[in-house]
């Protein structure tokens, strides 16, 4: 018996957002992975730095030049690594790291309110290089939880969409056919979200999260009611 055409058309529609909601489970998981990296990466620079110091390889200053840059360099190389939601919510958050004299500005302020910088003797000048030092190890905890937060829902999220594949697949005449259709259909909603959201963050511009998340989330769903429309509709 032909299936009828409105329960097609709502199982094709529950794939495409199954395909979504799997692209953002992935999305979410891949980038709290990529926070760990962050904050495991600063915090090993701070303390290596720190013995450098200690060792009289480094001056404070030489210390905190370092890791401003090293900060800076493994922010970028960690945006390159998230997935286009993650990168334009980064970006809004923070559009670009500080300069080194706002960070002497800012800790010197911390430190020392009523002073300038120039004005700090060496042994105090040395102190707020060693903040700079310090902080290059600590990670945004607010942004961290957040991440950490939204890793764990990620893959909460896939473990449901696995659990839903795999009833699918129990439940079907065809179990290999069925398998092949979750596993194509779902592939290409994940990677229809990534190009999407890719594309979306060059249209939108930097710190852009919203037009982001549309634009992926828009493409994930046409690319897997595309790829099951083409392959596993009869004529």
Request: net charge neutral; glycine share 8%; aromatic share 6%.
């Amino acid at each position: 018996m032909p299936q009828d055409p409105d329960r097609q058309a709502f199982d094709d529609a529950v794939r495409a957002m199954r395909a979504d909601l799997t692209a953002a489970a992935a999305m979410a998981t891949a980038d709290g992975q990529v926070r760990v990296q962050y904050e495991h990466s600063a915090g090993a620079l701070a303390a290596e730095l720190e013995g450098e110091v200690r060792a009289g390889r480094f001056t404070w200053r030489q210390a905190a030049e370092q890791a401003w840059q090293a900060r800076n360099d493994a922010m970028e190389l960690m945006r390159l690594r998230s997935t286009p939601i993650g990168r334009s919510i980064a970006e809004q958050l923070k559009p670009q790291g500080r300069t080194l004299n706002e960070l002497v500005a800012r800790k010197t302020i911390e430190l020392h309110p009523n002073k300038a910088f120039d004005a700090l003797s060496k042994a105090e000048q040395d102190e707020v290089f060693g903040a700079i030092v310090a902080s290059a190890g600590r990670a945004n905890p607010r942004v961290s939880a957040m991440m950490r937060g939204a890793s764990r829902c990620g893959r909460a999220l896939l473990v449901l969409s696995l659990a839903i594949s795999i009833y699918n697949i129990a439940t079907a005449e065809d179990h290999w056919a069925a398998a092949r259709r979750e596993a194509v259909v779902t592939g290409a909603g994940v990677a229809g979200a990534m190009a999407g959201g890719a594309l979306a963050g060059l249209a939108c511009g930097p710190g852009a999260p919203v037009c982001v998340t549309v634009g992926a989330f828009a493409c994930g769903a046409l690319a897997a009611f595309g790829v099951d429309f083409a392959l596993f509709h009869k004529k």
